[in-house]
């Protein structure tokens, strides 16, 4: 048995996270802005929501105080907003509003900072702790992306992996950084790989594909540590 908590649990990726991961028996802490219809599931897994907006400053402690003395095994920060209309081909960083390129910084890299560091007492708790940060090929050198503010929050959910790794190694918690291409987010989760693959001939990643990668970093011994996995779509020739 072991208990997850999942940050951006309430659609897409997330939400295939929530579905996906966990067996019977296990609990999954489930944290979005808006109930999730995967807590309808009836599958022998215990999921419960919190309800926290992480662009508030606030929200870190509403999800410690929720937890209780709950022991973590499994922390999944999987959250990531980008500029308004970023992936139009007429987007251009030059208009991006100083306040939008606040709050992304704040939402992708200042609240999983907090986050993590208000979880550490409860993985702590675990005996084979594993945190995994989803970031995205986008935080990877030469992806050929124009968005600044997004791949500079991308990076930086690198580099908290390296030194999150670094800190923790004594309490024994391993610290993965997962960097998916573009996902095929829009396919949900219980629908299968086979529809992804027919919408998208190859060109986005299938949800099933990185629920297959978590399940398999979650299973490992604590012996073993996946540092890094880099996961772009086959077709996709800039990364």
């Not at 030194?163 to 004594?170: F, G, I, M, V, Y």
Request: hydrophobic letters at 40%; charged letters at 25%; proline letters at 3%.
């Amino acid at each position: 048995m072991k208990t997850y908590l999942v940050f951006g649990a309430s659609k897409g990726l997330g939400d295939a996270f929530v579905r996906g991961v966990p067996q019977q028996g296990d609990k999954v802490w489930v944290v979005s802005r808006t109930k999730p219809d995967n807590l309808k599931l009836n599958d022998g897994v215990e999921r419960i929501w919190i309800q926290a907006d992480l662009s508030d400053l606030n929200a870190a402690t509403l999800v410690v105080n929720k937890l209780g003395n709950d022991t973590l095994d499994v922390l999944i920060y999987n959250v990531g907003i980008w500029e308004k209309e970023g992936f139009e081909d007429h987007y251009t960083f030059d208009k991006d509003e100083p306040a939008d390129i606040s709050q992304l910084i704040h939402v992708n890299v200042t609240s999983a900072i907090v986050c993590i560091q208000s979880l550490l007492p409860h993985l702590r708790q675990s005996k084979a702790g594993k945190i995994i940060l989803i970031g995205s090929t986008a935080g990877l050198n030469n992806a050929n992306n124009t968005q600044v503010a997004f791949v500079a929050s991308k990076f930086a959910i690198r580099g908290i992996t390296e030194a999150l790794r670094e800190h923790t190694r004594h309490d024994g918690i391993a610290v993965t950084c997962i960097n998916p291409g573009e996902l095929a987010a829009e396919i949900p989760y219980e629908e299968g790989s086979e529809r992804a693959l027919d919408e998208y001939n190859g060109t986005r990643i299938p949800l099933a594909d990185m629920v297959s990668i978590v399940k398999c970093i979650v299973n490992l011994s604590k012996a073993a540590c996946v540092k890094e996995i880099n996961i772009p779509a086959i077709k996709d020739m800039n990364t």
